[in-house]
C-alpha cells in the first residue's frame, strides 16, 4: 500500500503562484506514472500533468500547458507541480496520483485545495 501526502495548496490571487508537492511512501524507482489531476465543484476529475518516471517524459493538457510544471525528487521521492500565472479557473482540489510499476496499482491522495480569487 503506497500513501500519498499532498501540501502547499491555499489561496492565491489571479497570476500568482503556488507550489504543490506529493511525498510518496514508495521509491520513485518503482512506480511507473506519477501525476496531478484536479477536481472542480459539479466538475469531472481532470489530468493537468502527468509524467513518466522512467525516461522523464510528461504531458500537459492545453489548459495548463506553459503554465504549470511537474517534476520529480527521487531523493526525497515527491513529485511536484509548479503553477503559474493562475487563473480563477485553476480553483480546485489538487490530487496526487501515483501508478507503481510491479504490480500496476493506481494510488490517490486525499487531495488539497487551490482557490484563485482576489
Known amino acids: 500500500q503506497v500513501q500519498l501526502v499532498e501540501s502547499g495548496g491555499g489561496l492565491v490571487q489571479p497570476g500568482g503562484s503556488l507550489r504543490l508537492s506529493c511525498a510518496a511512501s514508495?521509491?520513485?524507482?518503482?512506480?511507473?506514472?506519477m501525476s496531478w489531476y484536479r477536481q472542480a465543484p459539479g466538475k469531472q476529475r481532470e489530468l493537468v500533468a502527468n509524467?513518466?518516471?522512467?525516461?522523464?517524459?510528461?504531458y500537459y493538457p492545453s489548459s495548463v500547458k506553459g503554465r504549470f510544471t511537474i517534476s520529480t525528487d527521487s531523493d526525497k521521492n515527491t513529485v511536484d507541480l509548479q503553477m503559474n500565472s493562475l487563473k480563477p479557473e485553476d480553483t480546485a482540489l489538487y490530487y496526487c496520483?501515483?501508478?507503481?510499476?510491479?504490480?500496476?496499482?493506481?494510488?490517490w491522495g486525499q487531495g488539497t485545495q487551490v482557490t484563485v480569487s482576489s
Open positions: 496520483n501515483v501508478v507503481t510499476l510491479n504490480p500496476r496499482q493506481n494510488y
Open positions: 514508495t521509491s520513485i524507482k518503482d512506480t511507473y506514472t
Open positions: 509524467i513518466i518516471t522512467r525516461g522523464n517524459f510528461d
